[in-house]
């Protein structure tokens, strides 16, 4: 029993292959809606290496409409702040992969007691299919010689549904100032 990219491409390639058989016309998109909206939800102690869930077959290719709404970590790995300001900012660009949505709350909690987002409460009136938003973050350092590692999460409210997302950044001072 092994675990990683290695083992999961094989298995997200092929039900992405079968979306494509079934519907020749399909977006990519609405592939990775599909994706998502189908997932098994994963056990919250294995959040750092899945980005919320585990792919099924069936469910994916069942799915309805919806909308999925999610934030984009891809390269979000590391933050710089100047000692100077002592805070951190960044963009987190939240995507709508499938049906057009309505109102979409944002809420950004921190799991490190040492940084404190200076805004943790974010809306958007609607976000359309394949659209995305991008929020302008800005954190707070509370204590110069803390731990470098940031865990956040990402709780999205949309239609009814509540999402949460987990994701870690490493701050790093700038040398410069």
Excluded: C
């Amino acid at each position: 029993i092994k675990s990683g990219t290695s083992q999961s491409a094989p298995h997200v390639s092929a039900v992405i292959a079968m979306l494509k058989g079934l519907y020749p016309d399909i977006s990519e998109n609405e592939i990775l809606g599909r994706l998502h909206a189908g997932q098994l939800a994963a056990k919250k102690s294995s959040y750092k290496f899945n980005l919320g869930g585990v792919v099924k077959l069936d469910s994916a290719l069942q799915a309805k409409q919806q909308s999925v709404v999610r934030p984009i970590f891809k390269e979000l790995d590391r933050v710089i702040y100047k000692k100077s300001s002592m805070k951190v900012s960044f963009e987190l660009p939240i995507k709508n992969y499938w049906k057009s949505s309505g109102g979409v709350q944002i809420k950004l909690e921190s799991e490190n007691s040492n940084i404190r987002f200076l805004k943790s409460s974010y809306s958007f009136s609607s976000l359309a299919f394949g659209k995305e938003q991008s929020l302008s973050v800005s954190a707070k350092i509370v204590s110069d010689n803390a731990h470098s590692l940031f865990p956040f999460n990402v709780i999205i409210k949309e239609g009814g549904k509540t999402k949460s997302y987990r994701h870690e950044v490493i701050v790093s001072r700038d040398v410069k100032g």
